[in-house]
């Protein structure tokens, strides 16, 4: 299965967000933290800034929405043109109704899970959603450690993936990184979101290339 590289732009410079799109240009898309101090004890950016970032970016966007309330939210990131956009399962109060809207509005419908959020309700709904997101670190900040704990629910959802025969694909994100990235995909993911790694890189379509072979290896 192909890797996906999708860099995270929370590591990016908020004051050249244009600018820093332009410099993932290699990756597959470019991942968009949504966080509204309220899911998470952190603030970054909403909608008026996204539906900009929209129109600019080289490369698709996938919206990983940290917020509380996303069945009201979520739909207009899928408006402003998000390629994907994910949901936490711990905010969502109708993940169904809200990944059937989410893919009307012709985006991938993602549902994201904190590393103490388990997958196992969410095995029978495979064929509503395109994307499982398992979160390897708790959601809220870069550059935060990989939760080795959090491997066998990457597992597990990838063998159930299999075993649907669906095209559900399995994102990881939170310390992704050259030295954790091979295990990630080992246990089945196969889209890699990484902040600190990549911007943090003296070369960064370099980084991006070196990230997408481990994960393919
Ligand atoms: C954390 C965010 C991540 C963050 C990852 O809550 O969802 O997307 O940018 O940053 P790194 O790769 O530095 O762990
Ligand atoms: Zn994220």
Redesign the pocket.
């Known amino acids: 299965m192909a890797a996906l590289i999708a860099p995270?732009i929370?590591?990016a410079d908020f004051a050249n967000l244009e600018r820093d799109l332009g410099r993932i240009a290699d990756a597959d898309y470019a991942?968009v933290?949504v966080?509204d101090n309220h899911f998470?004890p952190?603030l970054t950016l909403g909608l008026p800034i996204f539906e900009r970032l929209a129109k600019v970016s080289p490369i698709p966007l996938d919206a990983?929405l940290?917020i509380e309330n996303p069945d009201r939210w979520a739909p207009a990131f899928a408006e402003a043109g998000a390629a994907s956009v994910t949901f936490h399962a711990e905010a969502a109060q109708a993940p169904v109704r809200l990944a059937r809207e989410l893919r009307k509005l012709g985006a991938r419908a993602g549902v994201a899970l904190r590393p103490a959020t388990p997958v196992e309700p969410y095995l029978d709904l495979l064929a509503e959603i395109d994307m499982i997101l398992v979160?390897t670190?708790?959601?809220?900040?870069?550059?935060?450690s990989f939760i080795e704990g959090t491997l066998p629910k990457i597992r597990r959802a990838r063998e159930a993936v299999s075993e649907s025969g669906l095209d559900v694909w399995i994102q990881v994100?939170?310390?992704?990184?050259r030295d954790t990235i091979e295990r990630a995909a080992d246990a089945g993911a196969n889209v890699f979101?990484?902040?600190?790694?990549?911007y943090g890189a003296e070369d960064i379509p370099a980084e991006i290339a070196t990230l997408r072979e481990l994960a393919a290896e």
Do not use: C, K
């Not at 670190?137 to 935060?144: H, R």
């Not at 994100?173 to 990184?177: A, F, I, K, N, Y």
């Not at 979101?193 to 990549?198: D, E, F, K, Q, R």
């Open positions: 995270s929370l590591s991942h933290d966080m998470v952190n990983h940290m979160m670190v708790e959601p809220g900040f870069g550059g935060q994100d939170g310390g992704v990184s979101v990484a902040g600190s790694a990549v």
